[in-house]
């Protein structure tokens, strides 16, 4: 059975975690399997946004602690410096966190520790009123090491930061919105329709735009302002690829404004 099912309908690519007897826990195998549908997402011309989600009751509980612990337990200062180019969850919390096509989490069950992870390195969470969040690593004597401190400060604060990775303790889904952590909360049953709807409404923008906006806001974090605005202004101002499809939206718009 493939641990990664990777469909693709109406430019929409769909990447669900096949591991529901484990929770969706990231083993090597999902790992690289999760690796390729990412790189094959960023390169297909026919899909522009992905929607991430789990088989099962989680979304993915985080690495696969009978694998990945005894890897590491004798590990050197070398076998970090080269884990340090490709993190969990098939790369997008780091190594293919680049990608510029917009990517939602359609968190349906547990996201905790590194599946937490994976789901903040995503653009957009859409989250089951089942779902669960967690630092959980502390717990076993450990903490985020694939983006999910950085992301933490970055989307919720350090005081959120903090508590949650401090603690260690469980987020539901209404305290996960809340928080700011994820960007809707609906019925168990609504959810794929729910981020399918998220999706479409990035597909009505133009797609040029929407890769530029997304590179532009990646870069221009932790930037000084003066920075930031130029980088803005250059990006924006030469986002268009071909000024045709500009001018028909332009038409369309003041067509409808009559």
């Not at 030469?238 to 500009?246: A, K, P, T």
């Given at each position: 059975m493939a641990k990664v099912v990777y469909e693709k309908r109406d430019r929409i690519g769909y990447v669900t975690l096949n591991r529901p007897e484990a929770l969706n826990a990231l083993d090597d195998e999902l790992n690289d399997a999760l690796w390729d549908a990412w790189a094959d997402f960023n390169a297909d011309d026919s899909v522009d946004v992905a929607i991430v989600t789990g088989a099962g009751k989680a979304f993915c509980s985080g690495a696969d602690l009978k694998t990945f612990l005894p890897k590491w337990e004798h590990a050197t200062m070398l076998d970090a410096r080269k884990n340090a180019a490709r993190g969990i969850g098939g790369g997008i919390t780091r190594g293919q966190h680049r990608?510029?096509?917009?990517?939602?989490?359609?968190?349906?069950?547990?996201?905790?520790?590194?599946?937490?992870?994976?789901?903040?390195?995503?653009?957009?969470?859409?989250?089951?009123e089942k779902a669960?969040?967690?630092?959980?690593?502390?717990?076993?004597?450990?903490?985020?090491?694939?983006?999910?401190?950085?992301?933490?400060?970055?989307?919720?604060?350090?005081?959120?930061?903090?508590?949650?990775?401090?603690?260690?303790?469980?987020?539901?889904?209404?305290?996960?919105?809340?928080?700011?952590?994820?960007?809707?909360?609906?019925?168990?049953?609504e959810l794929l329709p729910t981020a399918e709807r998220w999706a479409r409404m990035i597909l009505a923008n133009g797609q040029q735009a929407i890769r530029s906006a997304k590179e532009t806001i990646?870069?221009?974090?932790?930037?000084?302002?003066?920075?930031?605005?130029?980088?803005?202004?250059?990006?924006?101002?030469?986002?268009?690829?071909?000024?045709?499809?500009?001018a028909e939206r332009l038409q369309q718009f003041f067509g409808k404004s009559r």
């Open positions: 990608i510029t096509k917009p990517i939602i989490a359609a968190v349906n069950g547990f996201a905790i520790g590194g599946g937490f992870e994976l789901a903040l390195a995503c653009d957009i969470r859409i989250a089951s669960k969040f967690g630092v959980f690593e502390v717990r076993q004597g450990l903490h985020q090491g694939d983006g999910g401190i950085v992301r933490l400060v970055a989307i919720a604060g350090v005081g959120t930061a903090l508590d949650l990775t401090l603690t260690g303790r469980e987020v539901s889904a209404e305290e996960a919105y809340r928080l700011g952590l994820v960007n809707e909360v609906v019925p168990h049953g990646l870069e221009v974090i932790g930037r000084p302002l003066d920075d930031a605005l130029r980088l803005e202004t250059v990006n924006g101002y030469s986002s268009v690829g071909d000024f045709r499809e500009v």
